[in-house]
């Protein structure tokens, strides 16, 4: 998955992140997902475990491990594509977007 961050700690998880790679070059040890887009998509895919608000969660894959891959700074594809491959990726997943961020009113996250 390469995404906004993660958050590893998320119990829909459980043990399934099998290694967490950062590009962001102004803090390359963080991932923290600050929008929370790169924890949802990861769930969706591979989720198995549960959250507070809607209890259990498995994704479409939940025996599958992640990758997953943070990108804040403008990073070199061919380089993230090798990096996952690299970790034992078969499915690569990426997130993009130009549109600025809305916020939907009351939405409460899983």
């Known amino acids: 998955m390469f995404d906004t961050g993660i958050d590893e700690k998320h119990k829909a998880f459980g043990k399934g992140i099998n290694k967490i790679i950062s590009y962001r070059k102004s803090n390359p040890k963080t991932w923290n997902d600050t929008t929370g887009h790169g924890t949802h998509v990861a769930a969706s895919a591979a989720g198995r475990g ?37 970790q ?23």
Do not use: C
Not at 54 to 80: H, N, R, Y
Not at 94 to 103: A, C, D, E, G
């Open 88 to 110: 034992g990726a078969h499915v690569h997943n990426n997130s993009w977007s130009k549109q600025p961020r809305v916020l939907i009113p009351n939405l409460q996250p899983f």
């Open 50 to 86: 549960s959250s507070h608000t809607f209890g259990a969660v498995t994704g479409a894959a939940p025996d599958a491990g992640l990758v997953i891959q943070v990108e804040i700074d403008k990073s070199d594809m061919s380089t993230v594509l090798k990096d996952a491959y690299d």
